[in-house]
C-alpha cells in the first residue's frame, strides 16, 4: 500500500504521466540501451523496442498498477501475465534496479518532477516489482536444447515444428501455455520469442511459428530436421481452466495455437461442456489448423465453430465475412472466454464480449501487453 503523502503526490501526477508515456517510453529506452547494450542483444526483443511497444507496455503497465492502488485494487491478472513473460525469457530479480534507474530518470525528465513526486513514483514502481519478484520466485525457470523431429508446413508462411527434448522428458505445460524460443543470430546476437505449443504427445511438443520477423524467420529458414533448438519450460497464465461453464474460445491468425491445444485436450477428455470456437483469418489458405478445428469440434458433445474470413476464396457465408462479429454468434450466459491474437482484435473482441454480458475474459499476446495499459 502507498503512503498516504506518495498516495496524494502519484493521483495529483498520474493524468500528466498517463499522457506523457510515449515520450517517457522512448526517453527510458535510450537511457538503458546507451548503458547496457547487451540487454537489448540478448533479452529484449529488438522489434518491439524499435517501434516502441516494449517500452510503452513497461510505463504503460506502472501507470495501471499506480491507479489501482489509488483505487484499492491490484490489477493482479497483469502482474501474473508480466511474470509469467518475465520468467519464460529470463529477466532476474537484478534487473529491476535497472530498470528503476532508467525509468525513474525518464519520469523525472520528462515531467520535470520535484524530488518527492520522483520519491513517491519510486515507492510505486518497487511495490510493483516486489510482488512481480514474489510471483516469479514460484515459476519454473531454465532452458533446454531440443531436437527438430519433424517439421510440417501447415500454410505459406506457418510452419510446425515437432521438437524432442535432447536429455529428460518433455515437461508438462497446460493448454495455453508457451514456451520462449532463444535462436542465435549474426553478430553473436540472442533473440528470444514466445511460441504456443499446439500439440503435445509423451515424448514430444510441437509448436507453430508464422514467418515474421527475425527470429521466426530463423526459425523457417534455419531449423530443418535434425537441428537443435533452445526452449525455456512451458509458462504462462492464460489456461484453460476445469469446470462445467460454456467456454468461448476467439483467435485470430496465428493466434489460434493455444486455442487448439485448449480444443485438444477438451476433444481429448470428452468434455461436455458447451465450446464455441471462433476465429479470423485472411481466407481459407492462410488458415492453421483449418482442418483441424472442424475435427476437433465435432468431437466435442456440444461444440460450434464460427469462422470469419476478411477474403473468402470461393463461396462463402457473408455474414461470417470480413472480421469477427460476435454480434452474430451465440455467444452462451456466463461463458468462460480466451482470447489470443493481434492486438486489434484482442480490442475488438474484448469489447464486444463485455457488450454482451461476458466478464469472465482472460487473453494472451505475442509481444508487450498493451491491451490493459492502452485501453
Known sequence: MLSPKSAELVEATLPAAGAA???ISELFCTRVFDEHPILLRHLFNRGTQA???QAQAL???VAVFASGLLGGKQPDAMLRRIAHKHVSVGVTSGQYAVVHKHLMGAIAEVLDVTPEIAAAWSEVYWLMADTLIGLERFLPRGQEDYRVIARFQETDDVVTFVVRPVNGPVPLNKPGQYVSVHVPLPGGIRQIRQYSPSGRTDDALQFSV????EVSNHLHDHAPVGSTVRLSRPTGDVTLQPGDGPVLLASAGIGCTPMIAMLDDLAATGSRREVIAVHGDR???????????GQLVAKLEDGQAHVFYEEPVGQWPAERTGFVDLSSVPVPAGATAYLCGPVPFLRAVRAQLLEAGVTDIHYEVFGPDVVVSAG
Do not use: M, V, W, Y
Not at 210 to 213: A, Q, T
Not at 283 to 293: K, M, V, W
Open 21 to 23: 508515456i510515449g515520450e
Open 51 to 53: 517501434n516502441g511497444t
Open 59 to 61: 510505463a504503460g503497465s
Open 210 to 213: 508464422k514467418r515474421d520477423g
Open 283 to 293: 481466407d481459407q489458405f492462410s488458415h492453421p489448423f483449418r482442418a483441424e478445428l
